[in-house]
């Protein structure tokens, strides 16, 4: 696409943003450590998450997600390091470029785009804006990502499609969609909420029941990882169009998407069914996620529906963000009454496993991260095979930033039990 000069400022102040020096360390305090700064550090000092134009589809998704491990970081640690707050702006200015222009992203990108929106809202309205903030740029950003959903393709049923295969939803699309549509709504709705477009959140909802109603496998409560309306992919159920099987990321993503949007949602009297939906729906999912746990290690498999097939592994992005949902959920009051106890001792069994099995001690001081599968498309035959046979990828990004999520979450648990409080000096200075 072409980059006007106005919009290359962004990815030179990105640049020269992610380059700064900084050391990856991390303090103790009590008798653990902090994960989520560390690996935040180590992150930084991989200038991960820094959209270039050079890394294809998937890099929105690598920066948008970044971006809100970064948000959820300063948000819990607010008197941290500096270095996290410019290089979460560092991250969303790299993205400005490629995302002002409406019809350019919704024809070039996934729904996956859609994940920058969150902390460019962020940084014209809220707490975390920087001083640098460059207004007009951003709010043209924020305007094509959002305008970008009505010009994105659809299904008969008015279900978007999540890139160009024509007919096609992902669960993936989700946790991008979801929260970005709700809070740019809810930030245009006014300063009561009398105003807000209730057809916008109508659009979100339908947007997860429809993936919901065609992928649900009523016997485990578990969602296959998309479905085609057309019923014409070699993959499709002829019925309801779903793919035939689990995958662990991909209900990740839908999961962290429920949480997350009853998170911003208004307590309206016209999102109320919504509420109760999305609840519902996160309760279903949770119990089925927790009753889908590997007894043996505590994580997930890549393939939750072929538990212990030979080929199949615990996979490291997925069990993270299952981790970060269920410990969230139990946080904010969502969960059922006969899994909340629950849902608390499988997340705390699943994190210090994947710190245990998948974080790496670089010699260097940063940390890493290891086990998350490359990525799992639905424009292959969608087979078992096709998904163990996958490559697995060291510092992925989708799986570093959804341990930082998680480690957060077990952080809060933690200082909540032993009556610790966070320290005001930044864990990212060194």
Known sequence: MQISSSLRHFATVAAVLATSPLPATAEPYGNSTRYSTWMASSLISRRDGIMTGKGGSSEPLQAGFTQKAFKALLAQYPHNDIHAQNYLQASVDSVVPYLSNATEDALSYP??????????????????????????SYELAVDALRQSIDLNRRTDEGGLWYYTYPNWSYLDGMYSLAPFYTLYTVSHSG???????????????????????????????????GYDASLTAVWADPITGASPHVWGRSLGWYVMALVDTLEILPR???????????????????????????????????????????????????????????????????????????????????????????????????????????????????????????????????????????????????????????????????
């Open 191 to 225: 300063s009561n909420g009398t105003l807000i477009n209730q057809t916008a959140l109508d659009d979100m909802a339908l947007q997860v029941d429809l993936l919901w109603q065609h992928c649900l496998n009523a016997s485990s409560g578990l969602l296959s990882h």
């Open 268 to 430: 309206l009297t016209s999102t109320s069914e919504t509420i109760e939906a999305f609840i519902k729906k996160f309760r279903t999912l949770a119990s089925a996620v927790i009753q889908a746990v590997d007894p043996v290690t505590g994580g997930w498999w890549q393939v939750m529906d072929m538990p212990g097939r030979e080929g199949n592994y615990i996979e490291s992005s997925g069990s993270a963000m299952f981790t970060y949902a269920l410990f969230k959920g139990h946080r904010l009051g969502y969960l059922n009454d006969n899994v909340t106890a629950t849902a608390p001792v499988v997340a705390r069994r699943a994190y210090e496993y994947l710190t245990d099995a998948f974080i790496v001690r670089n010699t260097n001081g940063t940390l890493g991260y290891n086990g998350t599968v490359s990525v799992c498309s639905l424009n292959s035959n969608a087979s078992y095979k096709y998904y163990v046979g996958q490559p697995i990828k060291y510092n992925s990004v989708l799986g570093s930033a959804a341990y930082i999520l998680a480690s957060l979450e077990f952080e809060r648990l933690e200082s909540k039990h032993t009556g610790l409080k966070s320290r005001t000096r930044g864990y990212l200075s060194g």
């Open 111 to 136: 729904l996956d785009r859609l994940s920058n929106g969150n902390a460019m809202i962020s940084s014209l309205t809220g707490a975390q804006r920087s001083p640098r903030n460059e207004t007009a």
